[in-house]
């Protein structure tokens, strides 16, 4: 469902049933997504979009690996920071409740990052981008963080 609230704000809602089957039957879940996004454009043509998905998942036969995921993220994007460049922010947060599995807690998931793109020709363009994920948990063979960098040329056909 989208509402269009005014000239600058936009709010989209969604929700999903999804049905895994796997080959190992203690594998096979039900998930229950419900997502709300809210875009707001700002002075400049900047936008900042605010995203909510939540995750409730069941497994079939294992409920001991039942999880409830809860993400929130903030992008901010600036067109035009320079003559031709676009800058994006973003930055989430993921709450990952695993029921059962007492000795993980509830995971806490950060995911900063930024990416810069030029406008090379009508039809070019290249980006840079970086992003860190810092992934914290009781089970502390669950924890991790993660650098990932990239560059991206593409073309418009």
Do not use: C
């Not at 000239?7 to 229950?32: E, G, I, M, P, V």
């Not at 993220?73 to 947060?93: N, Q």
């Not at 810069?116 to 970086?130: D, G, L, P």
């Amino acid at each position: 469902e989208s509402l269009k609230w005014n000239a600058k704000d936009t709010s989209k809602a969604s929700f999903q049933h999804k049905y895994y089957r796997s080959y190992d039957a203690l594998l096979n879940y039900h998930s229950y997504v419900i997502t709300f996004a809210h875009t707001h454009v700002l002075p400049g043509n900047h936008v900042f979009l605010f995203t909510n998905s939540n995750s409730l998942t069941h497994f079939t036969n294992n409920g001991d690996i039942n999880s409830d995921t809860f993400l929130f993220r903030g992008d901010y994007v600036m067109p035009e920071i320079l003559p031709k460049y676009t800058l994006h922010v973003f930055a989430s947060i993921t709450l990952a409740d695993n029921k059962k599995q007492t000795h993980k807690g509830t995971e806490e998931t950060y995911s900063p990052g930024f990416s810069i793109q030029k406008k090379v020709t009508e039809n070019i363009a290249a980006k840079a981008a970086y992003s860190y994920t810092k992934k914290k948990s009781l089970d502390r063979s669950a924890e991790y963080s993660k650098h990932v960098s990239g560059f991206e040329v593409s073309y418009k056909f």
